[in-house]
C-alpha cells in the first residue's frame, strides 16, 4: 500500500490487522513501491487529478491496473497515459460504481431482453442537498506538510505553497479538480450508457448546480 500521508499508512496497517488478521508493507511513495513491493497489478484511488500520471506509473513498472474514475481532468494528461498503455502490455480498466453495482447490471440485462424495444433517449435526474460535501474541517485542522509530500501531490500540477485545504479538500479547487463534472456527471453518463449498452451516445448535455460553491454545465456532441 502505497500513500504519501503517514497517517493513511498507519490506518491501512491497523485496518488489515483488525479485519483481516494480517500484516502489510506500506510504502512512501509509488516509487518505493514498485522499486521494493514489484506487485503484479495495483489499484489506483488516488485524487481524482493524479490518476493519469499514476496509470502511466503503473504501467511503466509492470503492472495492470484498476483505476477510479475519472480517468483524467485535462486531455493533456489522458493523451498522455492513453500513448503509456497503449505502448505496453498491460492491462488497464476505468472502473465506476455505477458500472460495476449489481442494480446496474440487472437493468442492463432487462433492456438487453428488448422488454422496453429500443433505446432512443435517456433523460436522468438526481438530487442531493450536502452543504459540507467535500468539506473535511477537523483533518484539515490536524494536517501539517511533515505529514505528507507535497511536491509529490502536486505532481505536474504549477508548485503552490503548502495548503492543508487543498491537500484533504482538493476536489473544491482547480486545477486538481474539476468538481461535479468529474464526479457527477461521470457517474450518470456511465449509468445512462452503461444499461442501455451503448458506447458514445450520439449527443449528450448535463447541467449541475450544487451547494457545496462549485457549479458546472457541459454539452457536447461527439
Given at each position: 500500500?502505497?500513500?504519501?500521508w ?5 490506518e491501512?496497517?491497523a ?11 506500506t510504502?512512501?511513495?509509488n ?33 495492470d ?8 481532468e ?6 498522455e ?21 449489481a442494480?446496474?447490471?440487472?437493468a ?7 422488454k ?39 505532481i505536474n ?27 457527477g ?20 448535455a ?17
Open positions: 500500500m502505497s500513500d504519501i503517514n497517517r493513511r499508512r498507519d491501512a496497517q485496518w488489515f490487522r483488525r479485519g483481516l488478521n494480517s500484516e502489510i508493507t510504502y512512501r511513495n516509487e518505493e513501491l514498485y522499486e521494493k513491493g514489484r506487485p503484479d497489478a495495483v489499484i489506483i484511488s488516488t485524487a481524482d487529478f493524479q490518476h493519469a500520471r499514476h496509470t502511466i506509473e503503473a504501467v511503466e513498472a509492470g503492472a491496473a484498476y483505476v477510479e474514475k475519472p480517468f483524467a485535462t486531455m493533456q494528461d489522458a493523451r497515459a492513453l500513448r503509456a498503455v497503449r505502448a505496453r502490455d498491460c492491462i488497464v480498466q476505468i472502473g465506476s460504481q455505477r458500472r460495476s453495482g442494480t446496474y447490471l440487472a442492463k440485462r432487462y433492456l438487453e431482453s428488448g422496453f424495444g429500443p433505446i432512443v433517449m435517456c433523460e436522468m435526474s438526481w438530487n442531493v442537498n450536502q452543504p459540507g460535501r467535500w468539506r473535511r474541517p477537523a483533518l484539515v485542522a490536524g494536517l501539517s506538510e511533515s505529514d505528507v509530500d507535497w511536491r509529490r501531490f502536486l500540477r504549477p508548485l503552490v505553497p503548502w495548503d492543508p485545504r487543498k491537500y484533504v479538500e482538493y476536489r473544491l479547487f482547480w486545477p486538481y479538480s474539476s468538481a461535479y463534472p468529474a464526479s456527471c461521470v457517474i450518470r453518463s456511465t449509468r445512462s450508457t452503461g444499461s442501455p449498452g451503448c458506447r458514445i451516445p450520439a449527443a449528450s448535463q447541467t449541475v448546480g450544487s451547494t457545496s460553491g462549485r457549479t458546472a454545465a457541459r454539452t457536447s456532441t461527439p
